[in-house]
Nanobody, 118 residues
Framework: QVQLVESGGGLVQAGGSLRLSCAAA????????MGWYRQAPGKQRELVAT???????TYGGSVKGRFTISRGNATNEVSLQMNSLKPEDTAVYYC????????????WGPGTQVTVSS
């Protein structure tokens, strides 16, 4: 079993930056891809960014060019650098992880709140 824990959320002014981190405790080498999703009140969960074990990345269109996802040296870590934050980025951000040979996310963190004030 794997537990994901996010950190780094908080309140920031528009135009500011924030860095989210996620660490998995458990079977490190059972983790393949990792990613970040977010959900704002009254809206569906949306993709923020994903990164595969080989390093390839994808980004949601609304964050491309502003956010950067990266893996730590440890395979159970992932970070999301968020720059030029906008009020529209306000949401609960969730870390996700998958195991090899699966197309679905296997593990989810409890989420961390990011609030961007105008």
């Amino acid at each position: 079993q794997v537990q994901l824990v996010e950190s780094g959320g908080g309140l920031v002014q528009a135009g500011g930056s924030l860095r989210l981190s996620c660490a998995a405790a458990g079977s490190i080498f059972s983790i393949d891809a990792m990613g970040w999703y977010r959900q704002a009140p009254g809206k569906q969960r949306e993709l923020v960014a994903t990164i595969m074990s080989g390093g390839s990345t994808t980004y949601g269109g609304s964050v491309k060019g502003r956010f950067t996802i990266s893996r730590g040296n440890a395979t159970n870590e992932v970070s999301l650098q968020m720059n030029s934050l906008k009020p529209e980025d306000t949401a609960v951000y969730y870390c996700a992880a998958s195991v090899p040979h699966t197309a679905a996310w296997t593990y989810w963190g409890p989420g961390t709140q990011v609030t961007v004030s105008s």
